[in-house]
């Protein structure tokens, strides 16, 4: 399939309306970079692979001047990693994660985005593993480079469902001995846990060498408190209901989760770790190529 520049506005749910993960992936991911950005994560060594000609909009400081000299013709530079990655998607599928109940869920979206990571960094030779947090390890998948693997991946994450009440930062704590390769290590949560035990766990994880970029997705009625009027609030993971009127809530609400996701963002920065919000209802090809713009930016 060849996807246009359209494809980056595609939101969640005509993402699941396709009917597999290898599609999806391809789908939101293809239209953005089609071959304009060789390494999304920026920051491995490269070395020089080739030249092609200077067309508009590359970026002057890759214009090879000796070969201009010689030609009189404009030449860019290409680079190549001179190794590869090891990339370990991370995905929550605690029992938060089902939110909402009906469509396209928090974990629906998580799973969409590891997908497309997946694919991004497949497309780079670099070798790609997945973690379910929260299932047992032998499910993980190590990372790998070859093609069969990545369909392995797809098929996972096609087939993962929300399995239960641990924290995610009790299964940051064991994603740290799981993960035995330094790599780049993507989260993909809503962090609805204590901001100091998700720090702290992220903290240890960055602390064992490794790069870590976390993405908390959070759908747009758990940042705006979407309901209205009395009722009856459950907690998707401990079952423990309260009753409460949502309209003398939401103002007080919205400041606190605001706080909540501000206080994880400037905790994640201190300790040097890229954090991205992603909100369901954004188009999430575009929302993923502007955070991977951001992070090669203030790495280049």
């Not at 506005?9 to 939101?28: G, K, N, Q």
């Not at 090879?64 to 860019?76: C, E, K, Q, S």
């Not at 970029?213 to 759908?219: A, M, R, S, T």
Request: proline share 4%; glycine share 10%; aromatic share 6%.
């Amino acid at each position: 399939m060849s996807a246009g520049p359209a494809t980056r506005h595609v939101d969640a749910e005509l993402l699941a309306a396709l009917p597999s993960m290898e599609l999806r992936a391809r789908t939101f991911v293809e239209g953005y970079y089609s071959g304009r950005h060789r390494s999304p994560w920026h920051g491995a060594s490269v070395e020089f692979a080739d030249h092609r000609p200077y067309t508009h909009g590359d970026e002057l400081r890759h214009l090879d001047w000796r070969l201009y000299g010689r030609t009189d013709r404009f030449f860019v530079k290409q680079f190549e990693a001179e190794t590869n990655l090891t990339v370990t998607l991370a995905v929550d599928a605690s029992a938060s994660m089902a939110w909402p109940e009906r469509g396209v869920s928090k974990l629906d979206c998580a799973c969409y985005l590891a997908a497309g990571l997946g694919y991004l960094a497949w497309r780079q030779r670099d070798a790609v593993g997945l973690t379910v947090l929260g299932d047992a390890p032998s499910a993980n998948l190590p990372a790998r480079t070859r093609r069969g693997h990545l369909q392995n991946v797809f098929d996972r994450l096609e087939g993962v469902r929300p399995t239960g009440e641990a924290s995610p930062a009790e299964m940051l704590m064991a994603l740290g001995g799981a993960v035995k390769h330094r790599g780049l290590v993507v989260l993909l949560s809503d962090l609805l846990d204590e901001p100091e035990a998700l720090l702290r766990a992220l903290g240890l994880l960055r602390g064992r060498g490794h790069d870590l970029i976390v993405l908390q997705v959070l759908d747009r009625g758990e940042l705006e408190l979407g309901l209205r009027g009395p009722g009856v609030i459950e907690d998707m993971e401990t079952g423990e209901r309260l009753t409460t009127d949502a309209d003398e809530l939401r103002e007080e609400y919205a400041d606190a989760i605001r706080a909540h996701v501000d206080l994880l963002h400037d905790g994640c920065v201190s300790r040097g770790i890229d954090h991205e919000l992603m909100v369901t209802d954004r188009p999430l090809g575009r929302a993923l190529s502007a955070f991977l713009a951001r992070r090669r930016h203030r790495r280049a």
